[in-house]
């Protein structure tokens, strides 16, 4: 046998599979910041391989074209589906009310969200929310049905810290099952999802031996896992004993690390065994060399494809860990990284046990590296926050009464109880109709896939649709010749003694520390002039309060401000942050703009005192 199995192929249960390499896969290893052209190719060849079911957008990977590569999510599904043919299950991955963003959304853009990629090609919609509040999965998954789309409905899990419990256990994620069959959210599959690996073996097999006793018959189970803890294998051979039918793999060069293991390696680990997956292998590897070709001009950063023993300890997602250390290594903070590592678990721990997938492994990696930079809850992110006040649904368990109180002194919010849903109806910039004011007031067409574009992707949509997007994906060299496009610095923090000082070149002109002076070079001698002289005002400097880049300067030089005035915001690992005014003043020397990227305790602007 071509196995080397001692039992027939024919008595064998097949277990059947996604591909997720060009989805999860693209996430996890480059941040999603991949381009259509690149890998339209792989898709086909793993098409003509015999592989129908493909993880083909949502997620990271519906913002990450408008965000990086100037593309159009819409019109790469429809290539996607051009590509792998018309019989193809497309699957995409979707947020619960958050639904492609990082940020919730109303009814009227949740409905907006199922029409829209019905239309686009797509056959299932995978469904989760990272506190597992089945109130945000019931009408975004009536949504889903309601648009002729298969829905499959998914609990997410982790590996709680060692130390921790109270949740995330097989008695917990049974009663997250319980409730969803309670609250009638019509589904055709049940997915398991662990976006950090680091669910333990026992834990999966009893959740999924529990599951499958509660579900019909006929209904699929399905589970999702992570390499990057190293025990992806063993997972699945434990879901796949304990009754799931379906199991996530990825393709090389996207597959093992903080990806899902190989098709291959899957392959050979139910050799011998009871089981067999459903592929021609030898067709696969032929795929994986298309595949390969196709992304060797992508830079493959290290952490990508090794497994990190620390996982356990601080539960972050494969396709968030590599988000974040390319941010980390593209402000050259890389060597903190260990200190934010440390750091999670005790901002799980405290936070609440919501799971560590996006938005939320966002907001635990955000905290973390607030505690590390700033001392512990000196300053809260405000997501963590957020969702520790209730703003993003119930936590599995209460947070910490302390880090409540905290949160919300800082935050000047008051805890919630109330439907994520019915908040959002309330706030005035949510929705079809200022996302389709957004679309007037910028001459750009009303139609229906650039409201959600306006919605989902904020001012980042409207800049693409303008032509203003910029490009940053990742490559060695590109593939025709000249290196890679990334949007560079816009300032500098240079350091003189004990003094930091923000520094940013504009042509012949300079600004440090908000003062702008003209340069003049001849002959090789730099002549300085300074526009304008010092102040003896006293000033107060906002810096940047983690690296980024700036999105939107909210002020003008000469504002009047009072504390807590919002003066600009700042993207940082997918997420905004506001950056509010510490006292009362005037704004003066305002020293970045769109676009800029900054540095930790960069320079922003100055307020002068009164």
Not at 76 to 97: E, Y
Not at 107 to 113: C, E, G, M, S
Not at 295 to 319: N, Q, R, T
Not at 330 to 340: A, K, Q, S, T
Request: glycine residues 10%; negative net charge.
């Amino acid at each position: 046998m071509k196995d080397g199995s001692k039992h027939p192929a024919m008595s064998k249960k097949v277990i059947k599979f996604m591909n997720t390499a060009f989805r999860d896969g693209f996430q996890s290893v480059y941040g999603a910041r991949v381009f259509t052209d690149d890998f339209i190719p792989a898709v086909e060849a793993a098409a003509n391989a015999g592989i129908r079911y493909f993880e083909a957008g949502g997620g990271a990977r519906f913002q990450s074209l408008y965000f990086y590569s100037n593309e159009d999510a819409f019109e790469m599904m429809d290539r996607f589906r051009a590509a792998a043919g018309p019989d193809s299950n497309l699957q995409t991955l979707a947020r619960g009310i958050n639904v492609v963003g990082l940020e919730s959304q109303p009814r009227d853009i949740i409905r907006l969200h199922a029409g829209l990629f019905a239309k686009h090609g797509i056959t299932t919609i995978r469904n989760f929310d990272a506190l597992n509040d089945i109130d945000n999965l019931t009408y975004s998954g009536k949504c889903i049905v309601d648009a002729g789309l298969k829905h499959q409905v998914t609990v997410t899990m982790m590996g709680l810290p060692p130390g921790c419990s109270g949740a995330h256990n097989a008695d917990f994620y049974e009663m997250i099952l319980k409730r969803i069959l309670g609250a009638e959210i019509p589904f055709h599959s049940v997915c398991f999802k662990d976006a950090s690996g680091t669910s333990t073996p026992s834990t999966i097999f009893e959740t999924i031996k529990r599951a499958r006793k509660l579900i019909p018959a006929d209904i699929p189970v399905q589970f999702h896992t992570h390499e990057t803890a190293g025990i992806s294998i063993i997972g699945y051979k434990a879901a796949i004993e304990a009754g799931a039918g379906i199991i996530d793999l990825s393709m090389a060069p996207c597959s093992g690390g903080t990806c899902q293991p190989d098709i291959a390696t899957m392959w050979h680990a139910l050799r011998g065994t009871d089981y067999t997956l459903d592929v021609d292998i030898d067709r696969v590897l032929v795929a994986e060399e298309v595949f390969k070709d196709c992304m060797k001009d992508y830079f493959m950063p290290p952490e990508a494809k090794a497994v990190e023993p620390l996982i356990p300890w601080s539960p972050m997602p494969g396709g968030a860990l590599t988000a974040n250390t390319q941010m980390m290594r593209d402000n050259d903070i890389m060597d903190r990284f260990p200190e934010v590592v440390s750091a999670l678990g005790e901002v799980v721990r405290l936070g609440g046990y919501g799971t560590s997938v996006t938005p939320v492994s966002q907001f635990y990696f955000q905290q973390a590296y607030n505690n590390v930079i700033f001392g512990k809850w000196k300053k809260i992110a405000e997501g963590y926050g957020k969702m520790v006040l209730g703003y993003f649904g119930k936590t599995p368990i209460a947070p910490d009464p302390q880090i409540i109180a905290v949160s919300s002194e800082q935050l000047g919010l008051e805890p919630t109880t109330r439907d994520p849903l019915d908040i959002l109806e309330e706030d005035p910039g949510k929705g079809v109709a200022p996302s389709t004011r957004k679309l007037e007031e910028n001459g750009l067409p009303v139609t229906e896939e650039n409201i959600f574009i306006a919605a989902a992707c904020g001012d980042k949509g409207i800049n693409y649709l303008l032509g203003n997007s910029t490009i940053g994906v990742r490559k060695n060299m590109a593939a025709k010749g000249g290196p890679e496009k990334i949007q560079r610095p816009g300032g500098y923090t240079v350091t003189v003694g004990h003094n930091r000082y923000a520094v940013r070149l504009d042509g012949s002109k300079a600004f440090v520390n908000g003062r702008e002076y003209e340069i003049k070079i001849a002959d090789g001698m730099e002549d300085i002039k300074e526009i304008e002289p010092a102040s003896a005002q006293v000033k107060t400097a906002v810096s940047a309060p983690m690296p980024g880049t700036i999105i939107r300067v909210l002020v003008t030089e000469g504002a009047e401000v009072t504390s807590g005035t919002p003066l600009l915001v700042q993207e940082a690992m997918k997420m905004e942050t506001v950056v509010r005014a510490p006292v009362d003043g005037t704004v003066t020397g305002i020293s970045v703009a769109a676009g800029d990227q900054t540095k930790t305790d960069q320079v922003l602007l100055y307020i002068s005192l009164p």
